[in-house]
């Protein structure tokens, strides 16, 4: 068994950064890919981002592309995920999850461990 644990979200002003800290317990991340979504008021939830198990590669959704960097501390078995230029839409519970996944990243059923989500509110 697996458990995430988010934190880091907040509120800044469009422009700003924030950066997500995705803490595992139970399991280490380096056997996992661990990805990233998002769900904003109304709205489904969607892909952000993604990291391979090996940390060896990165996937993006083209809304943050650009302006989004995931990264992992093995170490401390946490996944980061650093946002900067932040617009109002990116406002949104993100949420990060991980799984035994070596394709197609963006689909949320592949992943079998979520964590509970944490707000990020961006003012215009």
């Known amino acids: 068994q697996v458990q995430l644990v988010e934190s880091g979200g907040g509120s800044v002003q469009a422009g700003g950064s924030l950066r997500l800290s995705c803490a595992a317990s139970g399991r280490t991340f380096s056997s996992y890919a661990t990805g990233w979504f998002r769900q904003a008021p109304g709205k489904e939830r969607e892909f952000v981002g993604a990291l391979s198990w090996d940390g060896a590669t990165t996937y993006y959704a083209d809304s943050v592309k650009g302006r989004s960097t995931i990264s992992r501390d093995n170490a401390k078995n946490t996944v980061y995920l650093q946002m900067n230029s932040l617009k109002p839409e990116d406002t949104a519970v993100y949420y990060c999850?991980?799984?035994?996944?070596?394709?197609?990243?963006?689909?949320?059923?592949?992943?079998?461990?979520w964590g509970q989500g944490t707000q990020v509110t961006v003012s215009s």
């Open positions: 999850a991980t799984g035994t996944i070596n394709r197609k990243y963006d689909v949320q059923e592949k992943y079998a461990y």
